[in-house]
């Protein structure tokens, strides 16, 4: 016999029933048309304005404006209230930032959060509240939200809402291909929040298709291993097994690390470690954060059920486990600092990664393929499929190093009008940028080589250098500015400024007026502090 995958899935999924039925004027538009369509930015600002009525400890503010001058709402949940960061700082309690419909065809984020913002805001005595303070973005990507088509127009394979929005933002782009260029008014407005509000945890809802599998959700911790290991393996080794098992005892949902299969279902192969993607940047910023992938090609309504239930899951843990989770972040935040102050010579930051393989080989939930049928990660979303059946895969969910460099002390940026935009961009980013005038030995890249893609992508033809190096000494001019990696943000600094990153300013033409095979790249580096001689 041989079924569809929504069939399938059915079959392996139970659905909970909330315990406590909500009043009708308080449903997300999910939960009215019984699962069927989905909200339009109009009827998610509606919906929370109707629940903040009613709620003592429900603040509304806004994220920020979309390209259209759509408000991207931003709800705030603590006992006692507050609205500000400021105020969220001086409370001493972590933020557990919950965003969703970065592309706006994947909605159920928006719908969970929809329904999980009416159950602690109609609350006050839920004991999360005391502990933790919980802010959500349900729907971000605004404008493309509202784009309605057919959802086998705008997420073909999808199994419902009837209608639904689209990917990109109204520049078309991409909005998670946008965390390090941020030319977006919307990426912008977010990173400002992860600067000022800093939040202990971020949960990044999607929705996935690619392989058949039998997960109605996959999630990944952040990719990128030059970030701080401390906030990675703990979100990988300690909360994701724990939600996992959670989820699983109380609803029978499945949920397992993201990934697709190759042809032949011997390997299970994660996305990429590019910080251009929310998870592996916000690694690089020492947070700790949470991919949550719901699985097209289950029902929605398990969809937006099983988004919930994982998300709540990661609330309670992050409830009875906060303390020890703020340990992790602080300490990656002094370590990051720290490391700056005295560069080491064995201290490499990776600026090029390649996807390596755990140890162990691991069983992934799929189905035998019909007579005719195909594998990977392109796989029918319309297939029929056999029976279930497990295979054992070498699980490629983690990467390495490829290039690294030597953590240098600081960066100097020369006085030029061209670089002002790298300054603007580093201070949108939340990295300090200073004024500087003294004397220097540097380290000067020249440029050996250059490949620029033929093609565009995000509206950029994005470039890959390599280089060489040689020690100079320098006066610092007037209005030449430094940017030093003993901060918090000091990794991520080096990322966006070292020529040959993968995925650095360089890549997103920053520089490309003094990109030239032979002519030195334009920033410095200064290796250690005693090379440095500053001065006012």
Same mark, same amino acid.
């Given at each position: 016999?041989?079924?569809?995958?929504?069939?399938?899935?059915?079959?392996?999924?139970? *659905?909970?029933?909330?315990?406590?039925?909500?009043?009708?004027?308080?449903?997300?538009?999910?939960?009215?048309?019984?699962?069927?369509? *989905?909200?339009?930015?109009?009827?998610?600002?509606?919906?929370?304005?109707?629940?903040?009525?009613?709620?003592?400890?429900?603040?509304?503010?806004?994220? =920020?404006?979309?390209?259209?001058?759509?408000?991207?709402?931003?709800?705030?949940?603590?006992?006692?209230?507050?609205? @500000?960061?400021?105020?969220?700082?001086?409370?001493?309690?972590?933020?557990?930032?919950?965003?969703?419909?970065?592309?706006?065809?994947?909605?159920?984020?928006?719908?969970?959060?929809?329904?999980?913002?009416?159950?602690?805001?109609?609350?006050?005595?839920?004991?999360?509240?005391? /502990?933790?303070? !919980?802010?959500?973005?349900?729907?971000?990507?605004?404008?493309?939200?509202?784009?309605?088509?057919?959802?086998?127009?705008?997420?073909?394979?999808?199994?419902?809402?009837?209608?639904? $929005? !689209?990917?990109?933002?109204?520049?078309?782009?991409?909005?998670?291909?946008?965390?390090?260029?941020?030319?977006?008014?919307?990426?912008?407005?977010?990173?400002?929040?992860? *600067?000022?509000?800093?939040?202990?945890?971020?949960?990044?809802?999607? @929705?996935?298709?690619?392989?058949?599998?039998?997960?109605?959700?996959?999630?990944?911790?952040?990719?990128?291993?030059?970030?701080?290991?401390?906030?990675?393996?703990?979100?990988?080794? #300690?909360?994701?097994?724990?939600?996992?098992?959670? !989820?699983?005892?109380?609803? $029978?949902?499945?949920?397992?690390? +993201?990934?697709?299969?190759?042809?032949?279902?011997?390997?299970?192969? @994660?996305?990429?470690?590019?910080?251009?993607? =929310?998870?592996? +940047?916000? =690694?690089?910023? =020492?947070?700790?954060?949470?991919?949550?992938?719901? +699985?097209?090609?289950?029902?929605?309504?398990?969809?937006?059920?099983?988004? @919930?239930?994982?998300?709540?899951?990661?609330?309670?843990?992050?409830?009875?486990?906060?303390?020890?989770?703020?340990?992790?972040?602080?300490?990656?935040?002094? #370590?990051?600092?720290?490391?700056?102050?005295?560069?080491?010579?064995?201290?490499?930051?990776?600026?090029?990664?390649?996807?390596?393989?755990?140890?162990?080989?691991?069983?992934?939930?799929?189905?035998?393929?019909?007579?005719? $049928?195909?594998?990977? &990660?392109?796989?029918?979303?319309?297939?029929?499929?056999?029976?279930?059946?497990?295979?054992?895969?070498?699980?490629?969910?983690?990467?390495?190093?490829?290039?690294?460099?030597?953590?240098?002390?600081?960066?100097?940026?020369?006085?030029?009008?061209?670089?002002?935009?790298?300054?603007? /961009?580093?201070?949108?980013?939340?990295?300090?940028?200073?004024?500087?005038?003294?004397?220097?030995?540097?380290?000067?890249?020249?440029?050996?080589?250059?490949? #620029?893609?033929?093609?565009?992508?995000?509206?950029?033809?994005?470039?890959?250098?390599?280089?060489?190096?040689?020690?100079?000494?320098?006066?610092?001019?007037?209005?030449?500015?430094?940017? #030093?990696? &003993?901060?918090?943000?000091?990794?991520?600094?080096?990322?966006?400024?070292?020529?040959?990153?993968?995925?650095?300013?360089?890549?997103?033409?920053?520089?490309?007026?003094?990109?030239?095979?032979?002519?030195?790249?334009?920033?410095?580096?200064?290796?250690?502090?005693?090379?440095?001689?500053?001065?006012?």
């Amino acid at each position: 016999m041989v079924i569809t995958v929504a069939a399938a899935l059915q079959l392996l999924m139970q *659905t909970p029933s909330p315990s406590v039925a909500p009043p009708d004027s308080l449903l997300s538009v999910a939960e009215a048309s019984d699962y069927t369509a *989905t909200s339009t930015s109009a009827e998610v600002t509606d919906l929370i304005d109707r629940i903040r009525r009613r709620s003592s400890i429900m603040r509304v503010t806004e994220l =920020g404006k979309t390209v259209e001058g759509k408000s991207m709402p931003l709800v705030v949940l603590a006992d006692p209230p507050i609205e @500000t960061a400021e105020q969220s700082a001086r409370s001493g309690k972590p933020v557990v930032f919950i965003m969703a419909n970065i592309h706006a065809g994947e909605v159920e984020g928006k719908e969970a959060c929809l329904i999980l913002l009416r159950e602690l805001a109609l609350n006050r005595e839920h004991p999360l509240l005391r /502990k933790v303070i !919980v802010v959500m973005a349900p729907n971000y990507n605004a404008d493309g939200n509202d784009k309605f088509d057919l959802v086998e127009t705008n997420r073909p394979g999808q199994i419902g809402p009837a209608h639904c $929005g !689209v990917r990109p933002n109204s520049q078309g782009l991409d909005l998670n291909r946008d965390y390090i260029k941020l030319e977006a008014p919307e990426s912008r407005a977010l990173v400002k929040f992860l *600067t000022d509000w800093d939040p202990l945890i971020t949960i990044d809802c999607h @929705t996935t298709n690619g392989s058949h599998h039998r997960y109605v959700l996959t999630y990944e911790a952040p990719l990128n291993p030059s970030g701080h290991p401390a906030p990675i393996e703990f979100v990988r080794n #300690q909360l994701l097994p724990a939600v996992t098992k959670q !989820v699983k005892d109380r609803t $029978g949902y499945d949920m397992w690390h +993201y990934g697709n299969f190759n042809a032949e279902h011997t390997v299970w192969e @994660t996305y990429s470690a590019q910080p251009r993607f =929310g998870g592996p +940047y916000q =690694g690089l910023r =020492g947070q700790m954060s949470v991919l949550s992938e719901a +699985y097209s090609y289950a029902p929605y309504k398990d969809r937006v059920i099983a988004t @919930t239930e994982f998300i709540r899951e990661i609330l309670q843990f992050t409830q009875e486990h906060s303390d020890e989770m703020m340990k992790v972040r602080a300490l990656a935040q002094h #370590q990051t600092t720290e490391k700056g102050r005295n560069p080491r010579p064995d201290d490499l930051v990776g600026i090029r990664h390649r996807v390596a393989a755990f140890n162990d080989p691991v069983m992934v939930k799929g189905f035998e393929l019909a007579k005719g $049928g195909e594998g990977g &990660a392109a796989a029918d979303p319309h297939a029929e499929l056999g029976p279930p059946k497990d295979f054992l895969c070498v699980h490629r969910g983690r990467f390495e190093p490829t290039l690294s460099v030597r953590r240098p002390f600081a960066y100097l940026i020369p006085p030029m009008v061209e670089m002002l935009p790298v300054i603007a /961009k580093l201070r949108e980013h939340g990295i300090t940028v200073s004024p500087l005038r003294g004397n220097a030995t540097c380290e000067v890249y020249t440029i050996a080589s250059m490949d #620029q893609a033929d093609q565009p992508f995000q509206g950029h033809r994005t470039v890959s250098l390599d280089v060489r190096s040689r020690l100079e000494h320098f006066t610092i001019r007037d209005s030449t500015h430094i940017v #030093q990696t &003993a901060q918090p943000l000091g990794t991520l600094a080096v990322y966006m400024l070292e020529p040959q990153s993968e995925d650095g300013l360089a890549t997103w033409n920053f520089f490309d007026g003094f990109l030239e095979v032979g002519k030195d790249f334009p920033i410095k580096r200064i290796r250690a502090a005693e090379d440095l001689d500053q001065h006012q």
